[in-house]
């Protein structure tokens, strides 16, 4: 893997195909009149402070990337990366990945709409279903928009774990479209944790580094069958176990640098 460089986030356009029905509606507010006046209200409020939250720590970050070249040898293809990472790195993901277009998968429920509200605001896309076919019905809604010209993302070990244990959605979606999963972590080097939470949920420190590691793309055939399909979760589940261990090592190798540092003072 390349030494890591300074760089701003990754760019790309957002889908071209904006009036389609579904991408619209994946860019745009849900409608909330089913919900009570005081539900409303508090998915308002919920969406503004995680809103102003990320922004206002990830404006303080400073990233540094490794493997620009995989998320490079897709884009210059003219392909769409199907994000895929661990759910804890969501606070910080969602600031670094902002204003592209990538359509996550959100749930009919009040939890996820104030989720893909703010989301919405950093440029991202909720792709919701419908609330009698679930998250199959928001599954079809990715597929449709990564054929419309949606990159897409997945928090592969959610909504509710085993943490770091990666499911099959990106898998499938690949298959589905045709397009490349593109593996990646963020480690961040001080940052809060929720032990309590089942991913152990990350919130980086003001003003900390963020390492943001990129896999080499993996590719899964129309016509792969169950064994197949098997085997690229494994190959997924590898790259990102690989990702997050250089993480872990790279986060540890600074802290003893910063205690020799303090010795020396």
């Not at 979606?173 to 593996?183: D, E, V």
């Not at 590691?213 to 790259?239: C, F, G, H, M, W």
């Amino acid at each position: 893997m390349k030494a890591a460089t300074e760089q701003s986030p990754l760019r790309e356009p957002r889908a071209t195909a904006v009036l389609a029905d579904n991408v619209r509606r994946a860019y745009a507010f849900a409608d909330l009149s089913a919900y009570p006046f005081k539900k409303r209200l508090l998915i308002r409020a919920a969406d503004l402070i995680f809103y102003l939250l990320i922004n206002l720590i990830g404006r303080t970050v400073r990233f540094q990337v490794e493997g620009y070249e995989h998320w490079e040898a897709i884009t210059g293809k003219k392909q769409l990366p199907i994000y895929t990472f661990w759910h804890n790195r969501i606070f910080i993901g969602t600031y670094f990945f902002r204003r592209r277009g990538i359509v996550v998968m959100t749930s009919q429920s009040f939890d996820g709409e104030y989720i893909a509200r703010f989301i919405q605001r950093f440029g991202y896309g909720a792709a919701r279903g419908s609330s009698t076919r679930g998250s199959t019905g928001a599954f079809i809604e990715m597929v449709r928009c990564v054929r419309q010209g949606c990159p897409a993302g997945f928090s592969i070990d959610g909504p509710k774990g085993p943490r770091y244990v990666a499911k099959m959605g990106a898998v499938l979606l690949a298959k589905k479209t045709g397009q490349p999963i593109l593996p990646f972590t963020l480690t961040c080097r001080k940052f809060w944790q929720a032990h309590r939470s089942w991913d152990r949920f990350q919130v980086p420190k003001p003003f900390t580094r963020v390492l943001v590691s990129i896999a080499e793309p993996i590719y899964v055939p129309a016509n792969a069958d169950d064994t197949a399909l098997e085997t690229k979760r494994d190959e997924l589940q590898q790259a990102l176990d690989e990702l997050t261990a250089h993480g872990e090592a790279w986060r540890h190798h600074d802290d003893g640098e910063q205690l020799s540092r303090n010795d020396g003072i």
